[in-house]
């Protein structure tokens, strides 16, 4: 990419353990990167952070479990930098519970946060990315929307979801060179995974066949290729990276 055809892309979620490895990424492979953040205090010492380490990316407030606030943000992102050519769908939280103890909060606010963000933000960038003939929504999924996972109906069922949406929007705009794709991490090194009791993730990890969590890295790499024009004709897919936990 030339300074002048640089593109923008937005990371949702981007202050966290792999939104970061992706802002980091993105930036160092040339695209203007802004982040979205939901908390104020540590969204700040973020930005002062990345500074210091020679990231210069701008942090926009959202809560993507609503529609209008997203709407605000993405607005404010095109008058100030421009119109989103990469979105990250990323920001996501967990509530885990087995599931007879599971409360409505707790399923709503998984559902929201992690699946109808999918909605709220890509349905106000996409008619600029039809407008431009180029685009790309790369959905953060996860293996446990692929196979399941005890405690997590409500995690589970907004990944798998977060997958429909891609396959429908993959279609409904292929011919405007927009892709739209779910990557599917296992689990990886963030504070998410290791917020799990040390038992229970050292018994997650002894079903990965290469032994190890992931490195925010690995998917970070994954998101820039699918970000690149190398990757034109992957549309629709889901992407796994978790180490052979889950094959099929
Ligand atoms: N499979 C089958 N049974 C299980 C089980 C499992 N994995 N875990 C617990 N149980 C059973 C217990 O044996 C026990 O059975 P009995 O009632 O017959 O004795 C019962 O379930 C215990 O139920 P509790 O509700 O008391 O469970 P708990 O409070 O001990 O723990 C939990 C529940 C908090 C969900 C815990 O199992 C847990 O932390 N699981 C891991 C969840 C997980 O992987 N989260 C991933 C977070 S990171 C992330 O999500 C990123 C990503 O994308 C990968």
Known sequence: MTNTEKRIVLVTGGTGGLGTAMCKKLYDDG?????????????????KKMHEEGYNIDIYFADVANYDSCGLMIEKIAKEVGHVDVLVNNAGITKDGAFRKMSYENWRAVISTNLDSVFNCTR????????????RVINISSVNGQKGQFGQANY???????????????????????????ISPGYIGT??????????????I???????????EEVAYLVSFLASEHANFITGANLSINGGQHVY
């Open 191 to 204: 504070d998410m995974v290791m917020a799990v009791k040390e038992e229970v993730r050292n018994q997650i």
């Open 206 to 216: 002894a079903q990965i066949p290469l032994g190890r969590l992931g490195g925010t």
């Open 124 to 135: 106000h960038v996409i008619n600029h990315m039809i407008e431009k003939g180029f685009g």
């Open 31 to 47: 695209y203007i990167v802004v982040a979205n953040y939901h908390n104020e205090t540590k969204a700040m010492a973020w930005k």
């Open 156 to 182: 589970s069922a907004a990944k798998a979801g977060m997958h429909g949406f891609t396959k429908t929007l993959a279609m409904e705009v292929a011919n405007k060179g927009i892709t739209v794709n779910t």
